[in-house]
């Protein structure tokens, strides 16, 4: 780790038990983010993105079968932490998240203001006058009148309450933040502004995101750099600028064709089939059966190659690129 990696995932694996035998939810998983940036993952639905954040966050349901790896945030590797210490010391202390559909996961019978208060006081020990002080300066920050602070979630608006969410995980000034496609479901003007307070609070107070979506296009005016994951592994990581431009996998090149445009007379181009299953995935590559350039070697599994300082899971880049080992403190950068 250098002076300015913030986090550091190598090799995260989190598979779920189930009846019909182990989901592969999370499969060894390299990502680095460094300070005072947005990674944005992208990926298909059921791709394990969510799993991924909660691996992270160790926030994990009954049904894990495996769990390992490391996740070193500030060198503190998190994964060897006891559950009290986790709590004390990383989870809104150092990161905290915005999970998945959050605005519809405030608590109906506290006011907002109660809500985005009450980490200030568990974890940073201020008294009940400080945190709502606190919080009411959170709402000023993501762009929700003061005077909200007294409402209910039902008396909000979903763009609203999602900025409350937002609030919530920004009072305890966490170094990083996990945005589980936090405006999904929100209308474009909407989105556009969440994506405007997001940019406004890394520019102020240097918190890192990832940042989860499917919004390829409302996400890249914040992003710095993309990952993009498929069937449970990432399959590159790149700069936002090289990405947005010229993506590298194959998967990354279909998913930026399926954005509409907003010129000329290009059709937006769906990628045939879906995602397959995480219960069994394929042995090969996982991409292949809807992969335009599939080719006899893409029956075995790609190793990840250094495409100029990328990492690409892709056989198409066996040539005059090097395979990733992950023992190297580089691995997945997302700087
Ligand atoms: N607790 C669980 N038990 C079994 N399978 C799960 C559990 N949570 C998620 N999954 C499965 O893991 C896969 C990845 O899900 P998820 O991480 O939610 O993907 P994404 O966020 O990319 O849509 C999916 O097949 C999903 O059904
Ligand atoms: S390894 Fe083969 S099938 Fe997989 S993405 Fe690359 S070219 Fe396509
Ligand atoms: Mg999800």
């Not at 200030?120 to 009940?128: C, D, F, P, Q, T």
Request: overall charge negative; some cysteine; proline content about 6%.
């Amino acid at each position: 780790m250098n002076d300015q990696t913030l986090l550091q995932i190598r090799d995260l694996v989190l598979y779920f038990k189930t009846s019909r035998g182990d989901v592969q939810a999370v499969d060894h998983v390299n990502l680095q983010l460094h300070k005072n940036k947005a990674v944005v993952i992208l990926g298909e639905s059921g791709c394990g993105k969510s799993s991924m954040a909660k691996a992270i966050l160790r926030l994990l349901p009954r049904n894990v079968s495996q769990y390992h790896g490391q996740v070193l945030i500030d060198d503190l590797d998190v994964m060897t932490l006891s559950d009290e210490d986790f709590r004390r010391q990383v989870r809104w202390v150092k990161m905290s998240m915005v999970p998945q559909a959050a605005m519809n996961a405030l608590n109906p019978v506290l006011r907002a203001g109660d809500q985005v208060a009450e980490p200030a006081m568990i974890h940073l020990g201020l008294s009940k006058d400080e945190a709502f002080d606190l919080a009411r300066e959170m709402f000023q920050n993501v762009g929700v009148p003061v005077d909200f602070l007294t409402r209910y979630p039902f008396e909000l608006s979903g763009g609203m309450r999602q900025r409350v969410a937002i609030a919530m995980a920004l009072i305890t000034h966490p170094q990083l933040i996990i945005l589980d496609e936090p405006t999904s479901a929100l209308d474009l003007l909407t989105q556009a502004n969440i994506m405007n307070v997001l940019k406004k609070i890394k520019w102020e107070t240097g918190t890192s995101y990832i940042l989860i979506t499917h919004d390829i296009a409302t996400s890249s005016e914040l992003a710095d750099e993309v990952a993009v994951m498929y069937a449970g592994q990432i399959v590159e990581v790149n700069d936002a600028k090289s990405f947005f431009a010229q993506p590298l996998h194959p998967y990354s090149q279909k998913l930026m064709a399926s954005v509409p445009r907003l010129y000329g007379d290009e059709e937006p181009d769906f990628i045939p089939g879906r995602p397959p299953s995480l219960l069994h995935p394929p042995t090969g590559c996982r991409f292949a059966d809807r992969c335009h350039l599939r080719f006899d070697k893409c029956d075995q599994e790609p190793p990840t190659f250094w495409v100029d300082g990328h990492p690409v899971k892709c056989w198409l880049y066996e040539k005059d690129h090097q395979a990733a080992s992950y023992t190297s403190s580089e691995a997945g950068d997302a700087s």
